[in-house]
């Protein structure tokens, strides 16, 4: 019987942390760096084991700024999420999902995540829109215009999309 668990970083134990940077590292095919991982922690992670305590699934919602039509807001961000691969497609994705969207619901003003192409059809199917606009990054010298990045995608966002969206900076990858 699995179970599912959410918890803000300052909970996990150092076990729990190096069990889902290892999931992590396992489902991305060690394509997952040291900045992914310092992007999702901070923030509330959900985290589905088996009976016997194995991590299956994890991912974790951050807090980060955005700022659209002159509106500083603040964004639920989802972060690592990962599952086992032996055991995708199996709904432990829609699990770790449901449970960061119910934060996000409960916290921000929406959500937003930055999909890889393996990723997105779990999101879209959950009701994920993709962004319609352009992005931007506020960065140390002003906005950046980020003209070739895949556009986000927003959960429970009435945005204009005539207005750009600007992130705020971050080490490694902005979105």
Do not use: C
């Not at 969207?101 to 779990?122: K, M, N, R, T």
């Amino acid at each position: 019987m699995n179970t599912l668990r959410t918890a803000h970083t300052s909970a996990l134990t150092a076990a729990e942390l190096r069990a889902a940077r290892a999931l992590l590292d396992e489902a991305f095919d060690g394509d997952f760096s040291d900045q992914d991982w310092d992007h999702g922690l901070g923030g509330v992670h959900a985290l589905v084991h088996d009976g016997t305590g194995t991590l299956l699934a994890h991912g974790s919602v951050v807090q980060r700024r955005i700022l659209h039509n002159g509106r500083s807001l603040r964004v639920g961000y989802v972060e690592a999420v990962a599952v086992r691969p032996d055991l995708q497609r199996r709904g432990l994705g829609g699990q770790v999902m449901g449970a960061l969207e119910q934060v996000i619901d409960g916290a921000y003003a929406f959500g937003a995540l930055s999909a890889s192409s393996e990723g997105e059809g779990l999101y879209l199917a959950r009701g994920w829109a993709e962004w319609k606009g352009t992005v931007g990054a506020l960065g140390p010298q002003g906005p950046v215009p980020l003209p070739d990045e895949d556009p986000p995608l927003l959960w429970g966002a009435d945005l204009d999309p005539s207005y750009e969206l600007f992130f705020d900076w971050r080490d490694g990858d902005i979105l």
